[in-house]
């Protein structure tokens, strides 16, 4: 389900007024290279501070998480990005370019899935597209083939002349994603883009964002609070908590910082409490999951002692495995205070 490259890439000989070089794709040059830099980003409204010296590089072709509890500030630093707000205190930097100084310019480079509706209810997903087009120059020329490929790329094939208002929920997120994509932008920036998808909807999201960045060298940076759905697709995960970076780098270091959590125990689930009684007393005892019990602190010379007593307490255990810390584990410990929002500010 790859995207059809665009009918507009230039060719020799081709246009190079303005208006051309506007929609023409930018040359995606080589991975590594920087395509945001924001530097002691600082946003305060009037009743909060929402970001308070952010700073971030995001290499071209990656895929960053920008993660945290509602109101950390994710949203907000897309906005920056976008040139939709101005800072309070630092810089912004999007291929080069100040968003706000440059923002027709940067904005034909993005593409932004915002937590709300940017569909017309009224018109047909085919018509969204047409006139998404429209308000970006797109020549007409493919135009009509290009988005039936989006949208049949993104599973709405034969629903395409229907209207957005009769679509469910995950319809009407793909044809949001099929409006943002049809500009073939370079950046894509996407609020909780998995929201009401099912799960194969999930999937395939996923693997478009992995060939979007891998394969086509565009670069990604996606707000979630999915943390396995980070762990999988992301080459870097920001944590963000009251408006500042607490962690970041790769999903599997930050992992490996949580640390080595214990071990897991599997066994039959009528025996749980048996379980969570022969093993009181052994640090932090957790229910996982059902029939899954975890031992946060125990030491490997003692997994022979608390299989003893949990045999002895009638407990069938299945499995013994060494349980490695989580994104989730870190994202735990981060965020072990309240959100904001659900503070006593
Ligand atoms: N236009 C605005 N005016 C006033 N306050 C705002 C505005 N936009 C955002 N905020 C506040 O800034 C903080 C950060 O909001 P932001 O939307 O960036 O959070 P978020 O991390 O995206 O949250 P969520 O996960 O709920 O989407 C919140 O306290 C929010 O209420």
Known sequence: MALPR????PVEGDDVTEAA???APVDRGSDGESVIEISGLTKRFPDVTALDGVSLTVRRGSVVGLLG??????????RH?????????GTVRVFGRDPLEHGTWVRRRIGMLPGTSILDQRLTARENLRFAAELFDLPAT???DRIAAVLGTLGLGDRLDEKVSGYSAGMRQRATLAKVLLTDPELLLLDEPSTALDPVAQQELRALIRRASHDEGRTVVICTHDLAEAAALCDDVVILAHGRIVAEGNPAELAAQAGTAGVEIELAPRDEQ???????????????????????DVARADIPAVLRDLVAAGVDVYAVRPRAGTLEDLYLTLHAGPARGTEES
């Open 274 to 296: 048996a379980a969570l009684a022969a093993t009181a007393g052994r640090g932090e005892v957790v229910l996982e999951g059902p029939g899954r019990v975890r031992l946060a």
């Open 6 to 9: 665009p009918p507009w890439a």
């Open 81 to 89: 990005l976008a040139g939709l707000l101005a800072p309070s205190g």
């Open 21 to 23: 070089l506007r929609r």
């Open 142 to 144: 493919g135009l009509e």
């Open 69 to 78: 509890h509602n109101g950390a500030g994710k949203t907000t630093i897309l």
